[in-house]
């Protein structure tokens, strides 16, 4: 691995460092129908105090979105995703503390979002949703999160077939930064995810948690998002309200297996359990 490169995220005027400490990055939602927590802060100033909230329980970072990923979700346009955003990162972005991110697919969304403050890209499509999108993060200068899904939200768990999941998601991992890289992305303004809960089942999700070690070939930090995912539910029977504890454990595995950044509903919790799980890992 490259030591030298993976140690930080280069984020528009922004250097994150990713070597020192697992970094924890705290999930706002501002949607009507995210799995988790969808609804609970489409209010601005509701959405500013989690985001305090989160900062003060230790989060390193936010990410925002304005649009529901979860298997089955409908799209929406452009235009009501910038609606949905646009009071809630005025409210926030200047006030931030932390380096914002922002989940979306679209680049006139990232571009606005851009502009209120956020400085990383956090797009689940790995740049292949919207063409225009590598241009504007190569442009800006903003971090990027590449994450690996097959089809779309509303069709991905039909895509969940894979010779070696874990292989399979390396190699798509490695050719999109390769085409980011092409675009005139370089590659300190990368982060890797493998997209857990998109495009894969229970069986595939455990498998790459069990693997996540292999993605440290790539030569750049790994982001995880495992919190309250339905393979949790699957696995202990809980409801979404009810898989902290699940929540738990599959984060200790993603540190364990080198991931550096863990995207989280539950900041205050989660963070005790990297800080426990990094000690392990150091130990």
């Not at 539910?233 to 595995?253: D, E, H, K, L, S």
């Amino acid at each position: 691995m490259d030591e030298i490169h993976s140690a930080y995220l280069q984020a528009c005027h922004v250097r994150i460092p990713c070597s020192r400490h697992v970094l924890v990055m705290g999930i706002l939602n501002v949607t009507p129908d995210s799995f988790s927590d969808g609804g609970h802060f489409l209010d601005p100033q509701r959405a500013l105090a989690h985001v305090e909230r989160m900062v003060s329980e230790g989060a390193d970072l936010v990410d925002i979105g304005a649009e529901s990923t979860r298997p089955g979700s409908q799209p929406i346009d452009e235009q009501e995703e910038i609606r949905r955003l646009k009071p809630v990162m005025e409210a926030i972005g200047k006030r931030a503390t932390v380096p914002l991110s922002i989940d979306t697919r679209k680049a006139g969304v990232a571009e606005r979002a851009i502009d209120w403050g956020a400085v990383i890209i956090n797009d689940i499509s790995a740049l292949e949703h919207d063409s225009r999108m590598g241009g504007v993060v190569a442009r800006t200068k903003a971090g990027l999160v590449l994450m690996h899904m097959r089809g779309t939200p509303q069709t991905m768990q039909q895509h969940c077939q894979y010779d070696n999941v874990v292989e399979d998601v390396r190699d798509y991992l490695g050719s999109r930064m390769d085409h980011a890289e092409e675009i005139g992305i370089t590659r300190e303004h990368m982060l890797i995810d493998p997209g857990i809960g998109f495009a894969k089942n229970e069986q595939q999700n455990l498998s790459l948690l069990k693997g996540l070690g292999s993605l440290q070939q790539l030569g750049r930090p790994v982001l995880i998002g495992v919190s309250n995912k339905s393979f949790i539910g699957t696995v202990t029977g809980q409801p979404v309200a009810q898989r902290i504890m699940g929540t738990a454990a599959a984060v200790a595995a993603a540190v364990l297996g080198g991931a550096r950044i863990i995207r989280v509903h539950d900041v205050g919790s989660i963070r005790e359990v990297v800080r426990m799980s990094e000690a392990i890992a150091q130990a």
